[in-house]
């Protein structure tokens, strides 16, 4: 039986209120069968029989659409008239090990542990 067969047999069941046990049980297995899967920011995909699918029964597998990279390359470079910077991911319980950059080479310099940017503007 085609699937859209079984969705308009379905629909027409559902409307009726005559709905056997038999044809809810299959409905609901091939409905499962595809789970969406969406993009992660590793683009990780499982194979249709992954038994890890099983989790998403009946539910879809939520990704969270803001991935960290993106959200750090919004943020523009911060300019410094220092050749060397540091950076601590804004202290306190949240930061990270406070490290130091330098900045003598031309170009952007990203911190190693969060990802933000620095980069040299020498004083005129």
């Given at each position: 039986?085609?699937?859209?067969?079984?969705?308009?047999?379905?629909?027409?069941s559902l409307l009726n209120n005559k709905v056997s046990k038999g044809n809810?049980?299959?409905?609901?297995?091939?409905?499962?069968?595809?789970?969406?899967?969406?993009?992660t920011h590793t683009d990780q995909r499982w194979e249709s029989d992954d038994?890890?699918?099983?989790?998403?029964?009946?539910?879809?597998?939520?990704?969270?659409?803001?991935?960290?990279?993106?959200?750090?390359?919004?943020?523009?470079?911060?300019p410094s008239h220092e050749r060397v910077v540091w950076c601590n991911g804004?202290?306190?319980?949240?930061?990270?090990?406070?490290?130091?950059?330098?900045?003598?080479?031309?170009?952007?310099?990203?911190?190693?542990?969060?990802?933000?940017?620095?980069?040299?503007?020498?004083?005129?």
């Amino acid at each position: 039986m085609s699937r859209l067969t079984l969705l308009n047999l379905c629909k027409k069941s559902l409307l009726n209120n005559k709905v056997s046990k038999g044809n809810l049980t299959y409905i609901r297995s091939v409905s499962n069968a595809f789970p969406e899967d969406p993009i992660t920011h590793t683009d990780q995909r499982w194979e249709s029989d992954d038994y890890r699918l099983s989790r998403f029964v009946n539910k879809a597998k939520q990704v969270n659409p803001n991935f960290a990279i993106k959200l750090i390359d919004e943020i523009p470079p911060t300019p410094s008239h220092e050749r060397v910077v540091w950076c601590n991911g804004g202290g306190g319980p949240m930061g990270h090990p406070k490290v130091y950059i330098n900045l003598d080479q031309p170009g952007n310099h990203a911190c190693g542990y969060c990802g933000l940017r620095f980069v040299y503007q020498p004083k005129h």
